[in-house]
Every structure is written in C-alpha cells, then in structure tokens.
C-alpha cells in the first residue's frame, strides 16, 4: 500500500469517536450501578415468569 492511499480505516471513524465523545447537558444520565440492579431484577423477572408457565 503505498502513502498516497487512503484506506479508511481510523480517519473514517473519527468523526464518530468525537461525536460520541462529546457530553450533552440534555443528555439523559443514568447512573451504571441503576443499569446492572435493573437488569438484573429483569431477569429474576423472566426467570419466574418462565417458571410459572
């Protein structure tokens, strides 16, 4: 591959790395440890639904 080409590699996706690095202050913030405690309820959920079927 010669230096005049352009693979497209990491050049193309720097546009999105900085957009999604870019904090909103519109952005809805949810705090990771919510995350996890509701997946997991979730899936206690499933899990007795799916057992009482």
């Not at 720097?14 to 913030?29: K, Q």
């Not at 990771?32 to 899936?43: D, E, N, R, S, Y």
Request: hydrophobic letters at 50%; a negative charge; aromatic letters at 10%.
């Amino acid at each position: 591959m010669s230096s005049g080409q352009n693979s497209g590699g990491l050049m193309s996706s720097a546009g999105l790395v900085r957009y999604f690095d870019s904090e909103d202050r519109n952005a809805i913030l949810i705090d990771p440890k919510t995350v996890i405690a509701f997946a997991v309820l979730f899936g206690v959920f499933v899990q007795i639904i799916s057992l009482t079927v």
